[in-house]
């Protein structure tokens, strides 16, 4: 790795098809080398992501620290839950086995936390005050509460339910896919899924994350909210710059 005044920390984004990598430059939020990406193994069990993981840190080297992504709520480095990954994951000691076989320090945050911590920090959501929301509409919903910058770590407004089902059933991006649904037909669901967590929180500001924030003007002209709303601006590394950003400083993660 370059000589360079952020901290060396490998940011690892472990997703349901992919797992990807890259060190990190934690006070630009930038990546320092392309990362590399290997596909999720299936079965996803521990063992099996561990060592895909190992295989991803094993492409660099110089890093002091590790901050990994997992899809689902983590509590002190334990995985609670296991949406999209094998359920050998549930209450597993992850941070504890991550580290033992990577010989590093790991912070381990929930996907949706790391990816809105890296929007706070460097995107969309920086220097904004107040309760901002982040939002990645993908395979499923996944949410980021900040106050004033401040995580509020492991929600999942994504299953509040939505017509008699969790909203990520009727509004995620897989919804729209699988359904066939048109732009308009789809951004009536997010808009009333956006208009019930504006109901119950109030925000200062939505961020719109996931791989259809890219397509944002085909969908955001046609949602009518009071609330601000914009698209997030680092995509698909946010992620892995989110983690590096949670290991260099575990509290933005709400680990301490």
């Known amino acids: 790795m370059d000589g360079t005044k952020g901290m060396a ?40 992501v561990v060592e895909a993981v190992a295989g991803v840190a094993a492409q660099f080297d110089g890093y002091d620290r590790v901050g990994i992504t997992f899809p ?41 936390d790391a990816a809105g911590v890296a929007e706070v920090a460097f995107g969309a959501g920086r220097d904004q005050h107040g309760l901002v929301v982040m939002l990645t509409f993908g395979t499923g919903i996944g949410s980021a509460l900040f106050l004033d910058g401040k995580l ?11 017509d008699g089902k969790d909203a990520e059933v009727r509004a995620s991006d897989r919804a729209r896919e699988e359904g066939d649904l048109s732009w308009e ?43 601000p709303m914009v698209p997030a601006t680092l995509l698909n590394n946010a992620g892995i710059i989110g983690a590096a950003v949670s290991a260099a400083d575990p509290s933005k993660a709400g680990v301490v």
């Open 185 to 227: 037909k789809w951004a009536s669901h997010v808009q009333k899924y956006l208009r019930h967590v504006e109901a119950l929180l109030s925000p200062r500001l939505f961020i719109v994350g996931g791989g259809v924030s890219r397509k944002s003007d085909r969908f955001f002209p046609l949602i009518d909210i009071r609330t």
């Open 72 to 112: 689902g709520v983590c509590v002190d480095g334990v995985t609670r839950t296991a949406a999209n990954v094998d359920k050998s994951w549930i209450d597993a000691p992850a941070a504890k086995v991550f580290g033992d076989r990577l010989g590093k320090p790991v912070t381990v945050l929930n996907d949706a």
């Open 9 to 48: 920390i490998l940011g690892i984004d472990i997703g349901g098809s992919g797992v990807k990598g890259a060190p990190v430059d934690t006070t630009k939020g930038e990546l320092l080398q392309e990362r590399v990406r290997v596909p999720t193994p299936q079965p996803s069990d521990v063992s099996s």
């Open 152 to 162: 509020i770590p492991n929600t999942e407004f994504g299953h509040l339910e939505l």
